[in-house]
Structure formats: structure tokens, C-alpha cells
């Protein structure tokens, strides 16, 4: 047994880029909806989100479902003077088990999300299956090796495509839904009990287990698969954003 500091380290060698990617992405998704409140102010906001929010609360709705929730009441979109933009009301019977299930529900909106781009790349763009199905596993330890691949690829592939309009198109929506799919603070706070309760048992069983990687490969064989969604996700998003970057310059002169 080892001691819970030095599980952490090896945790954080393990996760490092997911964590440093997904930290990525939440910070471009709040520039990216204060680019569009600056530039057009919430209606040009409300747009894409009108979309894309629906995505977001049917994920929510489906998870809580699947896990014997009642719905009691669900607005896929219906922005209010709070900042709501949706919600999905939902009632459970208490279990041991409920802070965990609660965690997923709250986190669905990221699956959802994931699983609408990758719907909406084999409608219209189905070139870029071969991108998502071909990537290696992104491991730190060959992190530089992975990255070079990923960009080459990437760089193929938008080149090749970039004079269609409809790369245009399913580039927008992806990130949009992207964006969106984000969960709220609400959503975190609901989640807060059942995602600490996951990570401690994550934590508990490196500190009795310190050299049994098959812990590790098991989590990280889940998340492998969408590893290549990811990167089109925050991709798609940096471009807008430097788009809206130009933009907002050029309104200042």
C-alpha cells in the first residue's frame, strides 16, 4: 500500500492529457459564448444554442431513465432572464447507489454531446470516420509521437475538405454541440457527492494497488474511443473562435 499523495501523482501521470484536454475545452467554450455575447449579445447566442441545448437536456432525460428516474418535467429549450437556457426536472427513490447515479446523469450532457458529433461527422463527413476509427491511443508516456500523428492526419484531412461547404457546416455544428454539451454548474453541483465518491474509490484502489496497471487500461480503454472526437471538438472550436477573434477586432476599428 502506498500512500495517497504518491496514488495521486500516479493518477495525474495517467490522466495528465485528458485532464489538460478537457480543461482546454471548458476554457474555449466560455470564450467562445462571451466572443458571441460581445459581438451580437444574447439573441446571437440564443442561435446556435437554440440547437444545441436540446442535445445537452435529452441527455439528461435519457441517463435518468435508464436509471428508473421519473421525469417530472423537461424543457429541451427555453431560455429565461436567469441564464437557463433548458432543464429537466427528475425524481428518484434514494439508494445507496443514487449519488452515483446522479453523477452520471449530471455528466451525461458530455456523452450526449460526443455521440451527436460523431452521428453528425458519418452524415456529413464521413471522410473524417476513418480519423476517428484509426487514431492510436493517446498514452503520456508517447504523448509527442501521438500529437504528431493526430496533426498530420488532422491537417490531411482539413486541407482536402476545407472548399466544401458542407465542412463548413458540420464544422459549426460540431462546435456548437460541443459547446453546449459542457455541464452547468447546476449540473456539477448535482453530481459533486456521487463524482468524489468515484474518484475515491479510483484513489483507493491505486494506493492498495499501485502496480496493477490493468486499473488504469481499463478506465483509459473506455475513454480511448472518443479521444479522436475530442480533438475535433476543441479544433472545430479554436477555429470559430479565432474567426470571432477577427471579427471583434475588426467591429473596434
Not at 426536472?89 to 460526443?114: D, E, K, V, Y
Not at 463527413?125 to 480519423?131: A, Y
Not at 479554436?238 to 475588426?250: A, D, K, N, S
Request: glycine fraction near 8%; charged fraction near 10%; charge should be neutral.
Amino acid at each position: 500500500m502506498i500512500h495517497a499523495t504518491d496514488a495521486l501523482l500516479i493518477i495525474l501521470r495517467k490522466w495528465g492529457i485528458f485532464i489538460g484536454l478537457f480543461a482546454l475545452l471548458f476554457q474555449m467554450q466560455k470564450y467562445y459564448i462571451f466572443s458571441l455575447q460581445r459581438i451580437g449579445g444574447r439573441p446571437l447566442m440564443l442561435f446556435p444554442a437554440s440547437f444545441s441545448v436540446p442535445v445537452h437536456e435529452l441527455s439528461h432525460a435519457l441517463s435518468a431513465i435508464c436509471f428508473g428516474h421519473k421525469i417530472t418535467e423537461i424543457k429541451l429549450f427555453t431560455p429565461n432572464g436567469a441564464g437557463t437556457l433548458g432543464y429537466v426536472n427528475h425524481s428518484w427513490r434514494p439508494t445507496l447507489i443514487s449519488p452515483f447515479s446522479n453523477a452520471i446523469i449530471g455528466m451525461a450532457p458530455i456523452a450526449g454531446g460526443l455521440a451527436a458529433i460523431y452521428g453528425l461527422t458519418l452524415w456529413l463527413m464521413p471522410d473524417m470516420q476513418t480519423f476517428i476509427q484509426s487514431m492510436p491511443a493517446v498514452r503520456n508516456d508517447d504523448a509527442l509521437l501521438v500529437a504528431q500523428i493526430y496533426f498530420e492526419n488532422l491537417y490531411a484531412l482539413f486541407v482536402a475538405h476545407m472548399g466544401l461547404p458542407m465542412f463548413w457546416l458540420w464544422l459549426f455544428l460540431m462546435a456548437n454541440i460541443a459547446v453546449f454539451a459542457a455541464p452547468s454548474s447546476v449540473d456539477f453541483e448535482g453530481s459533486a457527492v456521487g463524482l468524489t465518491g468515484f474518484f475515491g474509490i479510483y484513489l483507493v484502489a491505486v494506493m492498495f494497488s499501485p502496480a496493477d496497471n490493468s486499473i488504469h487500461q481499463t478506465l483509459l480503454g473506455v475513454v480511448d474511443p472518443v479521444v479522436p472526437i475530442l480533438i475535433l471538438s476543441a479544433l472545430s472550436i479554436g477555429i470559430l473562435c479565432l474567426l470571432l477573434t477577427v471579427i471583434r477586432l475588426l467591429l473596434r476599428r
